[in-house]
């Protein structure tokens, strides 16, 4: 069913006046006015130019930019000059014609505009009331002939040309919003209307005998997947009840786009669940699920395609790349179908999508797999994540929102890497530039003042030290806001002021320990960047900006961009590399554990554990090489040979208790550069 095309005649009824304009009216406001056509005939002025002024006769219309809609109530050819009533008290207004040929754009008849500037009171009673709502917007509609001279055509309205004209003109600025709402639901209720289901779009007119016949062919007339699911969206789908006949043409439609759709699987996924809303909402009854299932086999459709089948065509790392675009209660129908698609794959499957689904899928993802009672799973996966400061940053503010809810468990357990974490995203974030994915978690941190005193709280004053430390030196954080973070944690740990004061001091003493091998790795990033991508960077620079228009010049903005990302590095790294104190860890004592040394542990069923601890920017979690500064370091730290400790037998796993069988230091390729292992 095809939107009925709005007449561009200008006959058209006046629900404002109660008028026809009849085919005389139409003659007698085109025909020219006396004074012209005395000025013509005598061959004073030329006819083409009596048509112009013709335009701006005493009872023509017109709209001024400023003063709005007006009517020309007298004129002096003579003096070259016309008198114009305006709306909204400005009456009287004398301008020349030469500067209504420049400022007043003419009305044509039959415009609603003036309908409007007539008879205002009418048409806001007509506006406001509900039985002719829809008779005054469908004279508005019917009746926006262009302003442009010589188009006669009555062009499409959005929503936001409605108003534009009429707030202000027939419906008070201050009530807009409450008239639209009301229109728009009348319009909605109301077949011979189609609204449009994104902005941009018109408000179409159209010809339909039912509300279910105009959504079917909306429908059909719709260019995209996205198009239609908008269209259904925005209908109400209980005017399909009793529309058997109708509802399989839809459902046969939708069913077709959804074997299709390969370019839209988002919206693919919304058409399955939008299509088991509307069979739901028509077969509410035994009879009326005999009736459906009757009209469907009549128009083809023998089987419809469920969740179940089309999530088994979708990996999980394809459906995170776009599960994030569905409404909430969308992704959850989803959820409930994977342990009926994925069987007992269903949990990594949705902790993929949790990991890595991004800030829209997080809290919908994890509600869904701690209810199906995998909270354990998930919470090891969470822990195993903040060790090894891999989770996203939408992950990261998760943890931090649910830190008294929900999470409080994986959180609390794991305070200190916590902290490391979120640090480690904000500055790794800051470092490679780009969509600045952590700046939520950024302000989170910045905003929720209970977030850093709650993340040393359950920390010894020596264990939130470190992340008190790594907040207050970051440079991504400006100096205020690394104020308040610090005094906010000085509230729970009070000590933590001497790191303001030894650094405004400068006696700030060197206590990150790293091991030459990291140390030459910092340390020649840096000097890649100042030697190398540096000046490379400055060419880049010269040759873009030489090609002029800066604003449009995208090579230049991505060089500039570029640089920022450079200098911002190369900050960073020549904090970190004064900060660090490089090791060989040279006649490390073995008698105890500590940094430098490797430490081999007698497990369970006679296995063998080896952890090997090392500086600060040595952490290699799946070979058990630990950083002294992490939480598991700290645990590892002052130990003897024969003392027992429970450890986990890889990163992530269930801790068990070990003995230590031996001590001895940690091999030398780890602590050296390539090439400078000295030899014994």
């Known amino acids: 069913m095809q939107p ?15 008028l026809t304009l009849t085919k005389d009216m139409v003659s007698c406001h085109s025909s020219m006015h006396a004074d012209l056509e005395k000025l013509v005939s005598s061959g004073k002025i030329p006819a083409d130019f009596a048509a112009r002024l013709d335009q701006f006769s005493p009872g023509k219309y017109v709209m001024h930019q400023d003063l709005g809609v007006g009517k020309v109530s007298a004129w002096s050819l003579a003096k070259s000059k016309i008198k114009i009533d305006f709306e909204k008290g400005n009456e009287g207004k004398i301008l020349g014609l030469k500067l209504a040929f420049n400022q007043l754009t003419p009305i044509p008849a039959g415009h609603f505009l003036i309908a409007c500037f007539d008879d205002p009171e009418g048409c806001a009673k007509k506006a406001s009331d509900k039985d002719t709502i829809l008779d005054f917007i469908r004279m508005v509609l019917t009746s926006n002939i262009s302003l442009r001279e010589g188009i006669n055509d009555v062009l499409p309205m959005q929503p936001e040309d409605l108003e534009k004209f009429l707030s202000g003109r027939v419906i008070d600025a201050a009530d807009w919003k409450n008239w639209w709402e009301k229109a728009r639901t009348a319009m909605r209720d109301n077949p011979s209307f189609r609204l449009p289901t994104k902005r941009g779009e018109a408000i179409v007119l159209r010809t339909a005998t039912s509300a279910a016949e105009a959504l079917l062919a909306d429908y059909s007339d719709a260019t995209s997947l996205e198009s ?3 269209i259904l969206d925005q209908a109400r789908l209980e005017v399909l009840k009793g529309e058997f006949e109708l509802t399989a043409k839809l459902v046969k439609a939708m069913e077709e786009d959804i074997s299709r759709g390969f370019t839209e699987p988002q919206h693919v996924l919304e058409l399955i669940i939008i299509r088991d809303d509307v069979l739901e909402t028509v077969a509410t009854t035994a009879e009326d699920k005999a009736a459906m299932d009757a009209a469907l086999t009549a128009a083809g459709v023998e089987s419809v395609t469920t969740m179940a089948d089309k999530l088994k ?3 999980s790392e394809e459906l995170v790349g776009y599960i994030g675009d569905l409404p909430a209660a969308r992704q959850n129908v989803v959820y409930a179908a994977l342990p009926e698609t994925m069987g007992d794959s269903w949990l990594p499957y949705a902790t993929n999508i ?4 991004g800030a829209k899928v997080t809290a919908p993802a994890a509600e869904f797999i701690i209810s199906k009672g995998a909270k354990e799973q ?5 822990a195993n994540g903040i060790s090894r400061q891999s989770l996203s940053p939408e992950v990261l503010i998760w943890l931090c929102k649910e830190r008294k809810g929900v999470a409080a468990e994986v959180v609390d357990k794991n305070l200190m890497p916590l902290g490391a974490a979120i640090m480690s995203a904000i500055e790794r974030d800051s470092s490679e530039g780009g969509p600045n994915r952590a700046l939520r978690l950024r302000n989170l941190l910045l905003d929720d003042k209970e977030l850093a005193p709650d993340l040393v709280s359950g920390l010894s004053e020596l264990e939130a030290r470190p992340f008190a430390k790594a907040l207050y030196d970051s440079s991504v954080l ?3 806001d690394r104020n308040l973070l610090l005094a906010n944690m000085m509230k729970v740990h ?6 303001a004061l030894n650094r405004r001091g400068g ?19 840096l000097e890649d960047i100042i030697n190398v991508r540096m000046p490379k960077n400055k060419h880049d620079l010269e040759i873009t900006r030489a090609e002029g228009d800066l604003r449009e010049n995208g090579g230049y903005q991505d060089a500039k961009a570029t640089q920022r990302v450079l200098l911002r590095r190369s900050e960073e790294l020549s904090r970190l590399l004064a900060q660090a104190d490089p090791t060989d860890f040279a006649n490390v004592d073995c008698s105890t554990t500590g940094m430098g040394t490797q430490v081999t542990f007698s497990a369970p069923k006679g296995r063998t554990v080896v952890y090997t601890i090392l500086g600060a920017w040595d952490s290699v979690p799946e070979e058990n090489i630990i950083a002294y500064s992490s939480k598991l370091g700290a645990k590892l730290i002052g130990h003897s040979v024969g003392d027992k400790l429970r450890l986990p037998l890889e990163m992530g796993g269930t801790p068990v208790m070990m003995t230590i069988k031996s001590i001895a230091p940690a091999p030398k390729e780890l602590i050296y550069p390539d090439g400078e292992i000295p030899k014994d």
């Open 4 to 18: 009925r095309q709005i007449s561009t005649k200008k006959n058209q009824k006046n629900y404002c006046q109660g």
């Open 313 to 315: 065509t979708i990996t």
């Open 507 to 525: 006696k700030e003493k060197q206590s990150m320990f790293v091991s030459l091998r990291s140390y030459a790795a910092r340390k020649a990033e």
């Open 228 to 230: 239609c699911v908008r």
């Open 478 to 480: 400006p100096d205020l």
């Open 494 to 499: 009070p000590s933590l002021q001497e790191i």
């Open 378 to 382: 998930l919470f090891t996966d969470l």
């Open 354 to 357: 949790f990991l890595f689904g």
